[in-house]
């Protein structure tokens, strides 16, 4: 059973461009949680999301940022017109239930150039 | 809401030495406790939980973590350390809906020979 996938491992983008993280969850696991690492901080939530649903975007920025888990495929969290400020560890988790052990996958770092 | 305080950023210590990094937590709500550890470049393991019983957690790689209701308090111990063990311990807090994470800054814990 493979772990939480996540692709890229790294990603540069130059400011203005487009950034689309992806995460495949574990098998059999219907939560998706991502999270955002700025460097020399601890990890700060995004967003929540079941198949087909967003159920908790309260940590998402305003603008440019959005999130989808759709009935087929990996998880996408999007950033549009990205600034150096998004430069950042993306780390996406799930679990099979709610209220069960997340498990996290190794992280997309995105540098913005 | 929640918050976590790991009250050490860096913790140094020599191989084979007990260590002990400190977590405090804020929240009106019961919580559930979880410990994780990022190796460099990698993504989140976790390490042991607190969801109720018994307030002595025993996890993995000989760590363990006692939680105290009155202090609202998670500290994580190690009788003896490795060389292995230099990592980026974090503290997480979750209420006991559970759909998100709050996690402490963070405590690089550095086991020098």
């Known amino acids: 059973n493979a772990g939480v996938m996540q692709n890229p491992r790294h990603l540069v983008r130059r400011r203005g461009q487009e950034a689309r993280l992806r995460c495949s969850p574990m098998?059999?696991?219907?939560?998706v949680y991502w999270y955002r690492q700025l460097p020399e901080e601890g990890l700060k939530f995004m967003v929540y999301?079941?198949?087909?649903?967003?159920?908790?975007e309260s940590g998402m920025p305003k603008e440019r940022f959005s999130a989808e888990f759709p009935k087929e495929g990996p998880s996408i969290l999007r950033i549009q017109q990205v600034v150096r400020g998004d430069s950042a560890a993306y780390f996406c988790?799930?679990?099979?239930?709610?209220?069960?052990?997340?498990?996290f996958g190794q992280g997309t770092r995105l540098t913005v150039v | 809401a929640q918050s976590v305080t790991q009250l050490d950023s860096q913790v140094p210590v020599f191989e084979e030495a007990p260590v002990e990094l400190r977590c405090n937590y804020s929240?009106?709500?019961?919580?559930?406790l979880f410990w994780y550890v990022q190796y460099p470049n990698q993504g989140l393991q976790l390490l042991l939980k607190?969801?109720?019983?018994?307030?002595l957690v025993k996890g993995i790689n000989g760590f363990e973590a006692e939680f105290n209701k009155s202090q609202t308090s998670f500290h994580l111990r190690k009788p003896s350390v490795h060389i292995s063990d230099t990592a980026e311990y974090f503290c997480?807090?979750?209420?006991?809906?559970?759909?998100?994470?709050?996690f402490g800054e963070g405590t690089q814990l550095t086991v020098n020979p």
């Open positions: 607190y969801l109720s019983g018994s307030t």
């Open positions: 997480a807090v979750t209420n006991t809906s559970g759909s998100r994470l709050t």
């Open positions: 098998k059999g696991h219907s939560h």
């Open positions: 929240s009106s709500v019961s919580v559930y």
């Open positions: 988790a799930s679990s099979r239930l709610l209220n069960t052990e997340a498990f």
């Open positions: 999301l079941q198949k087909e649903n967003i159920i908790d």
